[in-house]
């Protein structure tokens, strides 16, 4: 099961660990079920484009996938408003992230491995990395890998011998995610690393390309093929081809433009717990939507869904990481900061701009739009320039957790 935000690589990983796990299981398959959770609402799925894209390449129908609110997932994982008693036989595999989410915390014994690139937040410590079990690729504040789907090629790649071909829905799903998360390897993003790039050069030369090189996909014409499968469908595909055509489906402005305020703030929405219970910070929430601030603002009504929002996730502190590339193809980050207390929102944003160790983010204050009480009456809301673009949640998420064990009184 994947995070809360439900993007690509947590729904991908998902899947692509869960068939290779079961692969592997041989023997005891008669004895265990190893089930892919779509860690997001049903209908929340066509919110992202570039997985459905991705899966429809790979030829996997999206109805038959396993989501987090069907009626069987709630009744196995015991109900999101319930306690429910130790299960033996159910386990639970966290894949790009670390920490089951607060309304299964009553699942936290359950969870028997965890496959991620985030920091590691400590949960779940009967989970040792001496058991190969916890497997959190991240070290010193960086990722080490772009994509958990990295990690999940890995052990794919340890599992089988070379002699052996890799699926092509497999190589396929798995090269889509890490193209995507690697920025296609681009220099200036900053993102890939060297086991990033040596996983995308085994998928395309261990992946049988022309097996189910027939099956039609789903919501791509035929011309957008073509570009990605230029020598055929029983060909290996073009990477670039390949991740112009998810990151465009990502990054379409006419799809972010005709979506509505709530759901931009939702659609890549976690929320983190604070480790102190002596803090006037309990929880910060942060969505990364994928569009200048400006437009964001300008939504109808926006003022009052963020209100709303940050009232509806009960978070003390509230995050909008926006992300846009300008006209050189330059990535551009900005950051909303928001909560109900004005001295906790104050008290950021001086972290922010003066505390060395915030200094990674190179944040600068943005004074040319002030918001008046009438447009949100009930939250105290900053605004700021990112220089580090290479910054995302992953990055971020840590930064504000910290200065949230400091403020104790205000």
Not at 144 to 163: D, G, H, K, M, N
Not at 293 to 304: D, R
């Amino acid at each position: 099961m994947g995070n809360e935000a439900g993007d690509a690589d947590s729904i991908i990983s998902a899947i692509t660990l869960a068939y290779v796990q079961y692969v592997l299981s041989g023997d005891d398959r008669s004895k265990h079920l190893t089930v892919p959770l779509v860690s997001i609402p049903r209908e929340d799925l066509t919110l992202r484009r570039d997985a459905v894209v991705l899966l429809g390449l790979a030829g996997i129908n999206t109805d038959k996938l396993l989501h987090i609110d069907d009626d069987i997932v709630i009744d196995i994982l015991g109900g999101i408003d319930r306690a429910s008693e130790f299960d033996v036989s159910l386990q639970i595999t966290l894949v790009d992230h670390n920490r089951l989410r607060l309304s299964l915390d009553h699942l936290s014994q359950n969870v028997s491995e965890i496959l991620d690139h985030h920091q590691d937040e400590h949960s779940h410590e009967h989970i040792t990395m001496d058991s190969g079990k916890r497997v959190i690729a991240f070290d010193n504040g960086v990722a080490i890998v772009a994509s958990t789907c990295t990690l999940v090629a890995e052990r794919l790649f340890r599992a089988i011998p070379p002699s052996i071909s890799i699926d092509r829905s497999l190589g396929l799903l798995l090269l889509g995610v890490i193209l995507l998360d690697s920025v296609n390897m681009l220099p200036a993003a900053g993102k890939g690393t060297d086991r990033d790039e040596a996983a995308i050069q085994n998928l395309l030369k261990r992946t049988d390309w022309s097996s189910c090189g027939g099956t039609p996909p789903a919501f791509v014409d035929d011309e957008t093929i073509k570009k990605i499968l230029p020598s055929g469908r029983d060909a290996s595909p073009d990477r670039t081809a390949l991740f112009d055509v998810l990151s465009s489906s990502k990054f379409d402005p006419k799809f972010w433009h005709e979506m509505n305020g709530r759901d931009c703030l939702r659609i890549d929405y976690k929320k983190f717990p604070v480790e102190s219970r002596q803090s006037l910070v309990q929880s910060i929430g942060l969505s990364s939507v994928l569009m200048d601030m400006n437009t964001l603002l300008e939504k109808e009504q926006f003022h009052k869904i963020l209100a709303d929002f940050v009232t509806s996730e009960n978070v003390d502190i509230f995050g909008v990481l926006t992300l846009y590339f300008d006209e050189e193809g330059i990535p551009v980050r900005e950051l909303l900061l928001t909560g109900r207390d004005p001295r906790i929102v104050n008290s950021y944003a001086e972290y922010l701009l003066k505390d060395p160790e915030a200094a990674s983010l190179r944040v600068m204050a943005r004074e040319d739009r002030c918001f008046k009480n009438d447009e949100q009456p009930a939250l105290e809301t900053r605004l700021f320039t990112q220089g580090n673009a290479k910054g995302s949640r992953k990055q971020v998420a840590p930064v504000l957790l910290r200065h949230a064990v400091t403020i104790t009184s205000i």
